[in-house]
């Protein structure tokens, strides 16, 4: 599993959001947004594949840019928000973060999962 999952879930629907394009950036020592992975989440809401299998996570500033514009369109939902960005900071001697979303068309939570 990669060191870096998400999970989206519609609270607006009561279920999980599936679809949603997801991109993963890393800040560089330059201060330039990388990108390190993407994808979209599987049908129960879900994205494992963030970064390769068995990779190491490097310490430092992460950036997950949820397209929620796209995803709510694929509904027929008009949304306030057309991407959320979620930046974080990966700590020396950390292994994995997984990093939940509950999103709605007016609104969004996150939070650290486990």
């Known amino acids: ?6 999970h989206v879930l519609d609270t607006s629907r009561g279920s999980a959001a599936a679809g949603v394009p ?14 390190v992975g993407h994808g979209a989440t ?14 190491p996570l490097q310490p430092g500033t992460y950036r997950l840019v949820f ?16 991407s959320i960005d979620v930046v974080f900071e990966a700590m020396p001697g950390e292994s994995r ?14 939070y650290r999962g486990s």
Do not use: C, N
Not at 22 to 35: K, M
Not at 43 to 54: E, N, V, Y
Not at 67 to 82: M, N
């Open 97 to 110: 973060y997984h990093v939940p979303l509950l999103l709605s068309p007016f609104g969004y939570s996150t």
């Open 22 to 35: 997801i991109v993963l950036e890393r800040l560089d020592e330059s201060g330039v947004w990388r990108v």
């Open 1 to 6: 599993m990669s060191a870096i999952t998400t």
């Open 42 to 55: 599987d049908a129960d809401g879900r994205l494992r594949t963030l970064l390769p299998d068995g990779v």
């Open 67 to 82: 397209d929620t514009k796209r995803y709510f369109s694929s509904q027929g939902v008009t949304a306030f928000y057309p």
